[in-house]
């Protein structure tokens, strides 16, 4: 579905039937409200390849302060749809009762999801049981500890790297990135690394606020 149809859907028939009292704004294709505590919050539709008004949503959470160049929706969950699959449609002829449809799944994944995490402290003690799932998980999770100056965040950082050591992947130049940037993070000022990180994430997801 195209950006302009996914906007005028937003502004005319969702967002007045949201209940939360952020400022939800819209850009291209994420819905989002205030950037806070290190952490991006929203929803985002996402265009089928092979149907044109067929799409999905998803609600996200995304941490900032980990260097990315890219959204990545690992951290969150698809919404079904009123018919309970991951696709929905757009109707022109049922605008208003997709948007209330639409309005209403955002409203309950708000308040029985991303309400739950509002800081990186919260993402830590959210996912730390999911951490040796994926090395991406690992490195949120351990990642967060330190950004919330957790006790345990030394902790964290050192078994992520005994994790990384074991991994097949280590070969890879994008496993090997990560663990030169965890042992700056124990080595280094993390809150000036944290910063620098965060500042070129926003930078690259043209992320202005």
């Not at 008004?53 to 996200?60: A, E, G, H, P, V």
């Not at 991406?136 to 964290?156: I, N």
């Not at 790297?161 to 097949?168: G, M, N, T």
């Not at 124990?186 to 930078?203: M, P």
């Amino acid at each position: 579905m195209k950006n302009n149809l996914i906007k005028s859907l937003f502004n005319k028939n969702i967002k007045q039937h949201l209940s939360s009292t952020n400022d939800w704004q819209l850009k291209n294709n994420l819905i989002y409200s205030e950037l806070k505590e290190g952490l991006l919050k929203g929803f985002s539709i996402n265009s089928s390849g092979y149907s044109a008004l067929s799409f999905q949503i998803c609600s996200f959470v995304f941490p900032l302060y980990i260097p990315k160049d890219y959204l990545g929706l690992s951290f969150g969950n698809f919404l079904k749809s009123p018919k309970k699959t991951e696709w929905w449609e757009y109707d022109e002829n049922q605008l208003d009762q997709i948007g209330i449809a639409l309005a209403n799944i955002i409203n309950q994944s708000e308040k029985e999801f991303l309400a739950k995490i509002n800081n990186a402290s919260d993402f830590y003690h959210y996912y730390k049981k999911d951490k040796k799932n994926t090395i991406r998980f690992f490195e949120a999770v351990s990642y967060s500890a330190a950004y919330a100056k957790l006790e345990v965040g030394d902790e964290e950082l050192k078994s992520f790297l005994s994790f990384l050591k074991k991994q097949e992947e280590m070969k890879l130049d994008w496993v090997k990135k990560i663990y030169i940037n965890t042992e700056k993070l124990i080595q280094g000022n993390r809150k000036d690394i944290f910063d620098d990180w965060e500042s070129e994430t926003r930078k690259a997801l043209k992320l202005n606020n």
